[in-house]
Structure formats: C-alpha cells, structure tokens
C-alpha cells in the first residue's frame, strides 16, 4: 500500500520529514510546492494545502493539514484542494487531523502558524487572475481583527468602510496610520500595532513612519489632520453594516451523529467515548463547528465520503460558510474534540508507541541492540530553571486552624500526616526580593488542616500584596523548584498535628509516625538538587530496589544499603541524609549482596526485592489556554504556538506543562477572577485528568503578571521589557514599538487631555495643508493618497477649515476653560458636527469668525512652520552598548567541553558569539528564528550541541 500510496503525488515526496510549515499551491488542479518567501501570501483566487508538522509525545510526528480556499478560488480547485489532502494524508500513514479553511473564518491554528497575519491579495494564478505587479505601491486599506491572531481583510480605501466599532490600518507610501474606533477592542487595538510594525518591515524596509488616529479626536493635529486629508476632510462615519463575514456561528450542545452512505444519522444517548466504533465514520455537530471522527478500520469509500458528507450537512442546515469542518482519525483526537464528550477515559496512545517503535528500529538498523543502548555512556541530566539559591526559608506546620514554626533544625522534615506553609524569599537578577511561597498537603492529612493550609497561605500572599507565587503542592508530586530549596527533603510517615493524631485515634489506627529510635526505611532516589528527595517507605525487603540507595534504621542503629545499580551521588545522599535524621550517628555500609543478618532482622527477613527502574514521565509540550464558565462547566480554547505576547494585561490564561499548572492573572483583570484564579485551575485539572490523563495531584501555581519565576517564563522567549510595562494592552504595545513618549501622549489623548497646546495645533494643521497643497503638484503622489472621487479642493477646504480652526483659537486665548468645552464627542456624533459646534461656541466668545481668518495670517504661519522645520535636529544618541554578538569565536573553542575554551564571556549566551554561518550549520536554523523559540526550547538545542 506505501509504495502505491507515494506514486500518488510526486509534489509530496519528502513532505512531513522536519518539524515546520509546508505549502503548496493547486495549480492547473497540481499542487506546486510554494518558495518560502511566499509563505504567509495568499490569493484570493487560489487553493491552497498546508502542511504543519509537530514534533509529538515519545518522539512520533504529528500532522495537522489545512486546505485553505480563497474567496474566488474555483470549485474544481477547491475540490482538487481537497483530492489532494486525502492523498497527502495517506503517504504520511492516514493519522493527520485535517482542516477546511476558508478565507476570512481561518481557524486560530491556522493563523498561529503565520504570526502576526496572513496578507490577503486579490488575483491568483490557477483561477487566472493576472497576479499584479507591485512596482507602484498601492495604498490599502485593512480592517483588523483578533485578540491573539489576526484576521486582516482588506477593503475598499474609502471613508464608507471605516466604523466605530473596529480597527483598521491605512498602509500609504510614506506613512501607516492606525485608525482606532470608538467602540473598539483594546486587545484588538494592541494586535494592530504588531502588524504594522510586519507591514512596515516588509513592505518599508523599516523606514516609513506610524501614526495612531483616534477616532472621535477631533484635533487638528499632524496624525489625525493627515489621516482625515487622505479622506477628503473630515466628514461623518457611518455605523457598522453587519455582513455576512460578520455572522459568527452559534456554539451549540454537541450532537453525534453516525455516517452511513453519507447519510448523517443521529446517535441518541449519552455522549461518550464508547459511542464510536472503529470501523465507522461519525459527525459531531457543535453548532459553530463539525468534527468527522474516521475509526482506524473504516472502508475506503467511507473516509471518502465522510468530508463530503459534513459539507452538505453544513449546507442543509443553512450554517454560515465560517462553520469550520475538522476531520480526525481514531487515536488522534484533538483537545477540543474530546472535551465534547462526557466521558473520554484515557488510552493507550499510538503516537508514543510509534515514537519508540521507530528509534528501536533505528537502532536495530544500526547495529545498536536496546541492552546496548542503555548502557552507553550516561547523559547529562537536565536541570530545570530553579530559584535563586542562598534565600531565606521559613516553613510552618498546620495544627488546628493556626500554623506552628518548624524549628531551623527541622527544616526539610514533612509528615505525610501533616500540612505546611512554605515561605521562600530570595533576590533575582534585578534585586528586588521575590516569593515562593506554597502549601504541602501530606497524603495521610485531614481535610481540615488542608483548608486551614490553603487559607492561610492565601492570606500571606494577601499581605504580600499578591507578589508571591503562590502553589499548591501534593506529597509525591514536588516540582524541582520546591525540592530544590530544601537541602536535604525528606517525606516521612505520621503525623505531628492534633488533626491527624484525633483521625487515626478515631478510626483506631497505630501511630506510625517516625521518630528517631522506631523501625524505618527510608528511599533515596534522586541525584541532583531538584530531585534528591528522601521518602520513607514501609520497611520489609520487598521495598528494596538495586537501583536506589536506602537507609534502614532499627532503635539506635542505622544502616545504609547501596544497591548495585545506585549512583555515587546517591549514595553521598544516603550518608546526609542520616546526619540530618540522627546528627552524628556511626552508620554501618552493607552492599546490595552482602547484607549480615542484623539488616535483614531490621526489615522482618530477607525477602525477593526488584531491579526495575522506574521509567521516567513522558515529556510533553505545554499547552496554553483561554478559558470561560458556560453553565457552571470550564471550556477552554487553545492559544496555538503562543509567545508572551499572549499573554494579555486583561486576561486569565492557563499553562499547562503536564508536569505543572499554572493559572496567570493579569494586572487588569476582575477582582473575582483574581481571587478565584485556584478555582479555575482546579476546574481545569479535573478536566484535564478526564481527557488528557492528568494528575488531579499536579502542582498548581497561581502566578500574577509581573511576577513571573524563572520556571514560568522559560517556557516562553521571554522579554523583561514586556513583563515590566504599564498600562493596558495597547498602552504597552504603544510603548514597546514606538517608546514612552509616545505611550504617554497617547495615553492622554485618550483621557482627553490636550500635550501639545495651539502651537503644536498650529504645526500639525499646516502640515496637513502644505500636504493637501503638494499632493496636487504631482499626479502620481495623488493617485497613491487620494481615494476615489475625492477632489483637490475639497481636501484643500478641510485642511483650510482645520487650520482655520486653529488660528481663531489661538486668537481667543481664554484664561479659563470650560470643561464642556473638551468633553470628548459621544460615538455617534460626527466630526463635522463637533467642528460646527466649537464654531458656533468661538462665534459667542470672540466675534470675528473662523472665516475671517486673513490669508496673510496663514501665510505667515506656513512661514514660520516651514522656517521651524529647516532647522537642524540634534543628533540622536548613539547607543554605545555592546552586544555578545559582535565578538566571533569558533565553535570548537564555545563548547561547554572545549579544549580550549574562551574566557570572559556570557557562558549563558555561548551560541551568540557563533558566526552567523557557523551558527546556522551547529543548530540548523537561523539565529533569528532560534531565538524566537521558547527558551525551553532554546535550552533544548543547546543541551544537544553542548553549548549549554
């Protein structure tokens, strides 16, 4: 089947191989590979497949496939779009999920892939369309939409199209404006920026400048004048037309329905995994998408017509051409699929498997047997990001409804019985004082003294004005950064608090807690500081394993067992470890096999113990999530291929590693969102647990914007410079692309304040005239500024009014203003009426008219701003900071292993100072778009190139 299924299409030959993006466009109902230097252009008037490959749990490729159908593609393309994928997915082994996109309604993975947008082009090739030819630019016109991906439509550049409730970009020759409605979203606001900041890198080669207009802003100053010139003057807005681009489908409760001779069937019953059988096709109608799910061992011609199937179901129930239509195979459900279902118990994943099969048939065909494989030379353990070493630590035992200070001497020591509070304070980088600070909850303790632990942990952080990161921790789940600041950690049986000591005298239970002359066992497993923790286990032979180290104490005397498998460090670990237990105890060193007889009497006998190792968690990629209660019940959506620029000031988003959940709260978010930011995330681990397999025992962190530990941020390419800034989202965007001072004057335009009093007025009118005046000088820069049926004069006549305006202002110079005077316009009311009444209020206080401005006066004015403008600027301050960079060395002598290594340099950043060649070679990627890689990521690749 493989060999026939590859002759399919040769275009697909050696797709899927590397992790990344691939295109191809459907030409003459081909599909032709596209050059990267086109990805992210698509024309309206053509089809197109997209191939995205992930790399997956256990090392196996994931596929998602989208075929993406513009908006004047013809049907034979679209269908051919559609051909294809099905073959594409049948060479890369039939698991892709596969997705219909349609220009306009992408999904949000889609458009994560081509961040910050696509750029939709009229024309195309294969539905002959002549594609143009950008030797003049061509002023556009954009609406733009998206909180975290971008939707950016073009349309008509035309004062019609612009509205109160949107945002949109005018892409002119010399200049980008950003026009902000009234009514418009702040995220969406602060999304623009990012894709003017693209346009101008792309098509202005860095060099033309930003404008930010504000709608309802009615001063005549040099962004908004212009803008407002560009349109013929100012002149009223229209509300917003709903089209059908606007229709947004209804979310609706999930129906299944069976596929049988591409009928759609209802399934009646409860919604669960154990409805779809493996040879079959199902539709899942969830109102505002439809989900076929194909079994593994479903017949040919029923795959086939599953899509076709889902199109005219779509098509029957009158759904708007935005429904999205996703098909999946058995075994490779998405997240958003299975949250449908009530129930979906966790299975046996392919991906893995497969991911093991393939290095274990790697291996075999190099001549590299498993056994062999595991006893090579060992690998360096990674170490996660830990928290500054050398705080202060202060930790404290729950007993009733108030805390007890564990003795310095005790610190380390945790009763599976027992709650605690753990205070960590250190100094980062920047010097200010940090906060880690959580409660441990024991696996033997009362519920009682959990919620006295979770209550006066949550008020400590209270009082620490929410600056601490503060994290819910379970025995037998202790994140590295926990075990880490304790130096040693050891977990033992029993109790100390009164809660514990009533339970088990109640249920008539033996006091087992350890004390320094009772029988115990105690487990050392780790050897670094992030995993080096102690447990006590029960103490019989059968808990021994030959691969960890223990220490078995009877009365006064202590043993420690090194098993034949345990490591040097393990065993370091072990002799601490009874120093910490019993300070100055003459311990007695047996090897596993030549134990006396009084270790064996310790533990009841000698009795068979294992040799297995525990295989380690499988490493999975995190996941970030937005979140809504409908109805009581948490759904969340996925942020695709997210960046810390997801991260909204407005927002309550989820991070999920597997190994940890953090819920991150925004500084401008709901007071209630904040305080039950715990809530969310228990809502989200119990969700999780049923679709994903996740421990409802994982650490949960509650982590507030602008306190993020280094073990969240690693997990993005994270910029301090973000973290730190004010403001909501698009006050920060403002400041991060275009400095403070354009922040803060912003920022004031929106609080209704005036910065730059009637001389800036007075240049900024002017400006807009001297444009209106020169426009007319040459026919090429009018056909580029001026939208149709826009004449000379009458952009002449507003720049005039506007400049007008100005000048009888400046005349009047009242001593004080009345506060109705500024008040800003309400949405509906037009530019022009606001103009006529500043007028009609000027004509009460001052009788000389606008009109009646002399031309001498504005003359003089263009005068003296063009005489302003002649004069020489200061220079700009050279920035003499060096960068890493701009030293070269080779890569022999950069690796952490060297020879013959270089010194004085930033051994964090060792790959900076690789040439941009050698660079590209060690790491197989460009410097840029490595360091847009998480630094997870970024860690990763270093670790494998010993250059970490």
């Not at 279902?341 to 590299?368: C, I, M, N, T, Y």
């Not at 500054?388 to 035992?397: A, H, L, P, R, S």
């Not at 009362?446 to 921790?473: F, H, W, Y």
């Not at 444009?771 to 826009?790: I, M």
Request: a negative charge; charged letters at 25%.
């Amino acid at each position: 089947m493989s060999s026939s299924v590859k002759e399919l299409e040769p275009a697909f030959q050696g797709a899927g191989q590397r992790v990344g993006t691939e295109i191809w466009r459907i030409e003459n109902f081909q599909p032709v590979p596209l050059p990267k230097s086109d990805y992210g252009k698509f024309y309206s008037g053509d089809s197109y497949i997209i191939l995205q490959t992930t790399s997956g749990k256990g090392g196996a490729y994931l596929y998602d496939i989208h075929f993406w159908l513009g908006k004047d593609t013809s049907q034979d393309e679209a269908g051919t779009a559609a051909i294809k994928t099905v073959e594409l997915d049948a060479i890369l082994g039939g698991r892709a999920v596969q997705h219909r996109e349609v220009q306009g309604h992408e999904t949000d993975k889609f458009l994560s892939y081509f961040k910050p947008c696509i750029i939709p082009l009229e024309g195309g090739v294969a539905s002959g369309f002549k594609e143009v030819e950008e030797e003049e630019f061509e002023t556009r016109l954009y609406v733009c939409k998206g909180k975290r991906v971008v939707r950016l439509k073009q349309v008509p550049f035309s004062r019609s199209s612009l509205n109160h409730d949107d945002v949109f970009i005018l892409d002119t020759k010399d200049k980008i404006y950003q026009f902000n409605g009234a009514n418009s979203n702040i995220q969406e606001r602060a999304k623009a920026l990012e894709v003017i900041q693209f346009l101008k890198d792309k098509y202005h080669e860095g060099k033309c400048d930003v404008a930010i207009v504000d709608d309802g802003n009615l001063q005549a100053e040099t962004n908004s004048g212009e803008f407002w010139v560009l349109f013929g003057g100012f002149a009223p807005i229209s509300k917003k037309v709903a089209s059908e681009d606007d229709i947004i489908p209804e979310k609706t409760p999930p129906k299944l329905f069976s596929i049988s001779d591409g009928q759609a069937n209802l399934v009646e019953g409860e919604l669960s995994k154990s409805c779809l059988e493996n040879n079959r096709c199902y539709l899942l109608d969830c109102g505002d998408e439809v989900f076929v799910w194909v079994g593994r061992v479903t017949q040919v011609n029923e795959r086939k017509s599953a899509i076709q199937a889902a199109e005219e179901f779509i098509a029957s129930q009158n759904r708007p051409k935005s429904t999205r239509i996703t098909r999946l195979i058995q075994g490779y459900e998405t997240h958003s699929f299975k949250s449908k279902f009530d129930s979906w118990p966790s299975g046996s994943a392919p991906a893995p498997e497969e991911g093991r099969g393939k290095v274990a048939a790697l291996l075999k065909q190099q001549g590299v047997g498993i056994k062999g494989a595991s006893k090579s030379a060992p690998v360096n353990e990674e170490v996660p990001p830990l928290l500054e070493g050398g705080g202060k630590i202060e930790v404290w035992c729950i007993n009733g409804s108030a805390k007890t200070p564990v003795p310095k001497d005790d610190v380390g020591k945790f009763y599976s019985g027992d709650c605690y509070v753990v205070l960590y304070t250190y100094h980062s980088h920047d010097k200010k004082e940090d906060y880690y600070l959580c409660w441990w909850i024991g696996k033997d303790s009362v519920e009682e003294d959990q919620k006295t632990a979770a209550k006066l942990a949550t008020s400590m952080c209270n009082s620490l004005k929410g600056r601490p990161v503060l994290g819910r921790i379970f025995q037998g789940k202790e994140p590295p950064q926990f075990v880490a600041i304790f130096q040693p950690l050891v977990i033992l049986k029993g109790g100390l608090s009164s809660g514990y000591k009533n339970y088990i005298a109640d249920k008539g239970l033996n006091d087992e807690t350890y004390t320094a002359d009772s029988v115990a066992l105690i487990q050392i497993s780790g050897t670094s500081v992030h995993n080096n923790k102690a447990v006590q286990v029960d103490a019989v032979a059968t808990s021994l394993n030959s691969n960890e180290c223990f220490l078995a104490q009877s009365g006064s005397t202590m043993f420690t067992w090194h098993g034949n498998q345990s490591t040097h460090e393990q065993q370091q670990l072990a002799a601490k470890i009874a120093e910490f237990l019993k300070p100055g105890v003459a311990l007695k060193h047996t090897k596993e096999g030549t134990e006396s007889s009084a270790f064996w009497f310790a533990l009841g006998g000698k009795q068979s113990y294992t040799n297995k190792k525990m295989p380690p968690e499988v490493v999975r990629d995190p996941h970030l999530f937005t979140y809504s209660i409908n109805k009581g019940k948490l759904e969340v959506e996925e942020v695709y291929n997210f960046t810390q620029d997801d991260l909204l000031t407005e927002d309550v988003l989820i991070l999920d590693t597997h190994a940890e959940v953090f819920v991150w709260v925004g500084q401008s978010t709901d007071a209630n969102e904040k305080q039950n930011a715990f809530e969310i995330g228990q809502k989200y681990a119990e969700m999780a647990a049923s679709l994903e397999g996740l421990s409802l025992h994982v650490p949960l962190y509650k982590v507030t914007e602008g306190n993020e530990p280094c073990f969240f941020t690693t997990f993005f390419s994270w910029d301090p410079a973000k973290a730190t800034a004010h403001g909501n989202s698009f006050q920060k965007k403002v400041m991060l692309l275009f400095g403070a001072g354009h922040a803060s004057a912003n920022q004031a335009r929106s609080n209704g304040t005036n910065q730059g009093g009637g001389r800036t007025q007075r240049a900024s009118a002017l400006a807009a005239l001297n444009s209106a005046f020169s426009s007319s000088s040459s026919t090429k820069a009018t056909s580029v500024s001026r939208p149709v049926g826009v004449g000379q004069g009458s952009q002449r006549a507003a720049a005039v009014a506007a400049l007008s305006s100005v000048l009888t202002a400046e005349k009047k110079q009242p001593t004080e203003t009345s506060p109705a005077r500024f008040k800003s316009p309400p949405p509906e009311a037009t530019p022009t009426a606001a103009i006529e009444n500043e007028k009609a209020s000027d004509a009460v206080e001052n009788s000389k008219e606008p009109s009646e401005v002399k031309e001498t006066e504005v003359a003089e004015s263009v005068e003296e701003t063009n005489w302003a403008e002649s004069e020489p600027k200061p220079e700009q301050e050279q920035d003499d900071s060096s960068d890493c960079s701009q030293t070269i060395f080779s890569y022999e002598r950069l690796k952490a292993k060297s020879d013959n290594p270089v010194t004085g340099i930033d051994f964090k950043r060792r790959e900076a100072y690789l040439s941009d060649e050698e660079f590209t070679t060690v790491f197989g990627t460009t410097k840029e778009a490595f360091y847009k890689l998480p630094k997870w990521k970024q860690d990763m690749l270093k670790r494998k190139v010993d250059l970490f």
